[in-house]
Structure formats: C-alpha cells, structure tokens
C-alpha cells in the first residue's frame, strides 16, 4: 500500500489561511469517508484534528476544517497562528482493510 | 481520563525479537480495535497492525506480515506486538493507539526500538 501524497511543506502568515491536500486513489481517499488528519509538533505523538473527512474532534479548534473531492482530501487552516506549526499527516482506510497515512506536511508559520 | 502507554522498546540486532505491551485505562478497552503505528526517526507515519475488540480479528501492513503478531489480553487491558526477524528499517518509535470508526482518536507517547547490530 503507496502513502498518500501530500505536500512536503506549506506555509502561510499568521491571519492567513492554508490548504494541505491528500491524494489517493478509489481503494482508499475516494472509496471510503474514513479519512482523517492529524497534528504532530517535534517530539510528541499525533494528535487527531479532523475524522471522517469533515468532523472536528471536541476540543479541535474551528479554524480547522476538513473535505474531500474525488481521490483527493483536504484540510484547511484559516486564521493561521503560530501554535499551528507542526507536521500534518492525513490518513484513510483501504479496500485491504488496512490503513494508510500521507506522506506528511511541514507547515511553517511565517 | 483515557490513557495508552507503551513499553518494551530498546535496542535489538537483526534477527532478533522484542514484545511490546500497551498498557490502557480510561475507557472500556473490550469494545474497542486497537492498533500500531510506527515512525522512523526523521520519517512519517506509517500504520502496521490492528486488532479486533475481541481479538479474533488481524490485519497488518505488507511489510510486517508474517514476521509480527498482534495480540491482546482483555482482562489485563493490554494490547501486544510481538515482533520476530527483525530488520534495520523496523527501527522506529511505535504507538498504539484506539480506533474509533475510521480515526485514531487516542495515541500512546510511543516505544523507541532500534535495530542494529
């Protein structure tokens, strides 16, 4: 099973707003509504931000948001602070049974 | 309060076995999969087995079948990985973490194990 593509890094101002995109293919993105994203900062385990494409875990901010169009998951950023510098990974479940995790994103703040 | 801790992790040659254990409390852990994810350091993530609520139920990554063996013990609120013939591209830092639905919605804080000679 290949890791979803992601972008190596994205970075954004604060106040900005940035998309991180997750791409697949119909045997996992866009065969199935289990998609996810998460957050983790250097030296500390993941943290999830987004379930089921769209769903913010209680807790998450509102400023992250989740989507997905074909074979092709999103996760965007708006108002963008300095505590959201981390590593952003997506993840989906395949027609394997299995799971499998993007490739990861740096997001840097400016 | 839901916490997962692992242990086990250390220093191993190839060829050789370790067993990691994690350890649950917070939550029923009878009804839920559990799983491991695994990270080299400097590298992504990258899932590697799963466990059904009862144990009946396996799944692992190409890469790891065969060689590892996901096990749990619901009395003791364990979740095991049993790990044999192990390479240098097994080290990693390993987490187990809970499943619901879809997410992995609760991380341990990870088990390093390194594989060299």
């Known amino acids: 099973q290949s890791a979803l593509t992601q972008p190596a890094s994205v970075s954004g101002s604060p106040g900005q707003s940035i998309t991180i995109s997750c791409t697949g293919t119909?045997?996992?993105?866009?065969?199935?509504?289990?998609v996810s994203w998460y957050q983790q900062h250097p030296g500390k385990a993941p943290k999830l931000m987004i379930y089921?494409?769209?769903n913010r875990p209680s807790g998450v901010s509102n400023r992250f948001s989740g989507s997905k169009s074909g074979n092709t998951a999103s996760l965007t950023i708006s108002g963008l602070q300095a505590e959201d510098e981390a590593d952003y990974y997506c993840s989906s479940f395949t027609s394997s049974s299995t799971f499998v995790f993007g490739t990861g994103t740096k997001v840097t703040v400016l | 309060e839901v916490q997962l801790v692992e242990s086990g992790g250390g220093l191993v040659q190839p060829g050789g076995s370790l067993r990691l254990s994690c350890a649950v409390s917070g939550f029923t852990f009878s009804s839920y999969w559990m799983h491991w994810v695994r990270q080299a350091p400097g590298k992504g993530l990258v899932w590697v087995s799963r466990?059904?609520?009862?144990?009946?139920?396996?799944d692992y990554a190409d890469s790891v079948k065969g060689r590892f063996t996901i096990s749990r013990d619901n009395a003791k609120n364990t979740v095991n990985l049993q790990m044999n013939s192990l390479r240098v591209e097994d080290t990693a830092v390993y987490y187990c973490a809970r499943v619901v639905g879809g997410s992995f919605d609760n991380w341990g804080q990870g088990t390093l194990v390194t594989v060299s000679s």
């Open positions: 119909s045997s996992d993105v866009g065969g199935y509504n289990y």
């Open positions: 089921d494409v769209t």
């Open positions: 466990i059904n609520s009862i144990g009946t139920t396996t």
